[in-house]
């Protein structure tokens, strides 16, 4: 079949729309594509956010849980003052009250400066909040059983968390002959309060 130039220009307006359809057509395929790989991420980046927030609200969930666990520990320690500064009024009243209910002579005391406690390694994340704080007592005593009244004593007030590091006995020479109630014997110890400070750690 042979087109004439009468056909042909018949045709032009035909070929055009069909031109722009096509096109239109490829177009509109393009969109929906690009369209639907954005509406795609979005759903990623919306599921992500989502298990997130689930991820997070579990974990609150169970950080109250240890809180709520612990909180009374917690609460008898800061109590108990090893939790947070030194309380070093209350270990020296501590000190005149084991004193009087050991019926000791009275004890003398050296308090050294606040310092990290030695026997924790510089990899120990605790290394930063452990402190101990010095004491050198100087007390007098009727017989070697008054030393673990007196400290014994001194743990029932719970002012505070110690170790006793070292004791050392000495017999009082006399000349005189011994009266009823008297220190036969001076003890010289040390201890340290152990204190932690939790606003404080490695960054």
Not at 44 to 58: F, G, K
Not at 110 to 124: E, H, M, V, Y
Not at 173 to 179: G, I, K, L, N, T
Request: with cysteine; aromatic share 8%.
């Amino acid at each position: 079949m042979k087109l004439s130039a009468k056909d042909l220009s018949a045709m032009k307006l035909p070929f055009l729309v069909l031109t722009v359809a096509i096109a239109a057509s490829l177009l509109l395929v393009r969109f929906s594509s690009d369209k639907r790989e954005q509406t795609e991420k979005q759903h990623h980046i919306q599921s992500a956010a989502l298990q997130d927030a689930r991820l997070r609200y579990q974990r609150s969930g169970e950080e109250r849980e240890t809180i709520l666990r612990y909180l009374p520990a917690y609460q008898l320690l800061e109590h108990q003052g090893f939790i947070g500064t030194e309380q070093r009024i209350n270990w020296l009243e501590s000190l005149r009250i084991a004193n009087t209910h050991a019926g000791l002579f009275g004890v003398t005391y050296q308090l050294d400066a606040r310092k990290p406690f030695p026997l924790i390694g510089q990899s120990n994340p605790m290394s930063t909040n452990l402190h101990n704080s010095q004491m050198k007592l100087s007390f007098g005593l009727v017989h070697e059983g008054d030393l673990m009244r007196f400290f014994q004593a001194l743990a029932e007030q719970q002012t505070g968390i110690f170790i006793l590091t070292g004791c050392a006995l000495d017999r009082v020479a006399r000349s005189e002959s011994p009266a009823p109630r008297q220190a036969n014997l001076t003890a010289q110890c040390d201890l340290s309060w152990l204190t932690i400070d939790p606003g404080k750690g490695k960054s």
